[in-house]
């Protein structure tokens, strides 16, 4: 066999499993070095799933307009987002500290940077963003082979001119479905345009406190 028992065991071993066992033994350093090679290979795939869905979001605006993209996302937050996030808990009920914690968590999980600030009615969460952000800042929606940009003026692109059409889920699984699920959105985002910019969240304290003009840019009205 070409293959020794050693190597077996090296290719079929977890990283991360590897990394403890050298931690365990004494070896720290080589357990550092192994498990920042486990968050190199796993940046690297999620890298690879975040393109690959934003050309298979391309290749549907393309194919059959804009529209079609957020009927796909509805579909995908009916499908999945919306039983993962019905934890039996008024997500708007949350203090906005926990509300923050867990938008914070999720964007450095996708290898985001955090910044926060708070003022007396909001927590803001500056976020340079490990996704779709990511993809703006190396330029994969320019040029003849990039990715589509959304140029409809529409609830789904905050009635912006123009949103990279992998930043669509934002407004259509993060805030508008969240309402039409009885719910409130999970945070206010203003997304990156372009790059060198950052994606902004706002948490307000009081739910009941967002402003109007941040429900009709979505096309939903303020709850009573």
């Not at 609830?155 to 669509?168: E, H, I, Q, S």
Request: proline share 5%.
């Amino acid at each position: 066999m070409d293959l020794t028992d050693a190597d077996i065991e090296k290719i079929t071993t977890p990283l991360w499993d590897r990394a403890k066992a050298e931690i365990a033994a004494g070896r720290v350093d080589a357990g550092v070095e192994l498990f920042d090679e486990a968050v190199s290979r796993a940046r690297e795939l999620q890298y690879f799933f975040v393109n690959r869905i934003t050309s298979l979001l391309s290749f549907i605006a393309d194919e059959l307009g804009e529209e079609a993209v957020e009927r796909a996302l509805r579909a995908t937050g009916e499908r999945f987002i919306r039983g993962r996030r019905d934890t039996g808990v008024d997500w708007g009920e949350l203090p906005a500290s926990a509300r923050a914690k867990v938008v914070a968590r999720a964007m450095l999980g996708n290898f985001g940077d955090v910044d926060v600030n708070e003022d007396d009615e909001k927590v803001v969460l500056s976020i340079r963003c490990g996704t779709g952000g990511r993809l703006v800042e190396e330029g994969r929606y320019e040029g003849d082979d990039g990715y589509v940009t959304l140029r409809e003026r529409a609830p789904r692109t905050f009635m912006l001119d123009a949103l990279p059409v992998y930043c669509a889920h934002c407004s259509i699984n993060n805030e508008i479905q969240p309402i039409e699920w009885g719910g409130t959105p999970i945070s206010i985002e203003h997304p990156v345009v372009a790059p060198d910019t950052r994606c902004v969240h706002h948490l307000y304290k009081d739910v009941r406190a967002v402003p109007a003009e941040d429900y009709e840019r979505i096309g939903k009205s303020p709850p009573e």
